[in-house]
């Protein structure tokens, strides 16, 4: 069975920094991409960053490029989303999401499995 577990959500101060996990099960991970998307209350769900499996690349929303770092831990069938110099425009549920391949897709439908989500709150 197919599961994505996010954490590490939370509320920090403008300027300061988190770190999302995102925990797989095995199957999804080989042979998949991991992305994370985000979506604020009254606004559709925008791509956020995303990490191919099979050899780590990555690919990034131009928002947040610079500021976010998008890894993979192997082992532990983890895909993190270091964010830093958070701005309140980043407050959103984050999620993350699995796809079969190896080409990364910044829509969401491109996305087969999901995860509950994490709220992230960046006050001012």
């Known amino acids: 069975q197919v599961q994505l577990v996010e954490s590490g959500g939370g509320l920090v101060q403008a300027g300061g920094s988190l770190r999302l996990s995102c925990a797989a099960s095995?199957?999804?991970?080989?042979?998949?991409?991991v992305g994370w998307f985000r979506q604020a209350p009254g606004k559709e769900r925008e791509f956020v960053a995303a990490?191919?499996?099979?050899?780590?690349?990555?690919d990034y929303a131009d928002s947040v490029k610079g500021r976010f770092t998008i890894s993979k831990d192997n082992a532990k069938n983890t895909v993190y989303l270091q964010m830093s110099n958070l701005k309140p425009e980043d407050t959103a549920d984050y999620y993350c999401?699995?796809?079969?391949?190896?080409?990364?897709?910044?829509?969401?439908?491109?996305?087969?499995?999901w995860g509950h989500g994490t709220q992230v709150i960046v006050s001012t």
């Open positions: 990490i191919t499996w099979s050899d780590g690349a990555t």
């Open positions: 095995v199957r999804t991970t080989r042979s998949n991409v």
């Open positions: 999401a699995a796809r079969p391949g190896y080409t990364i897709a910044k829509s969401h439908q491109g996305y087969n499995y």
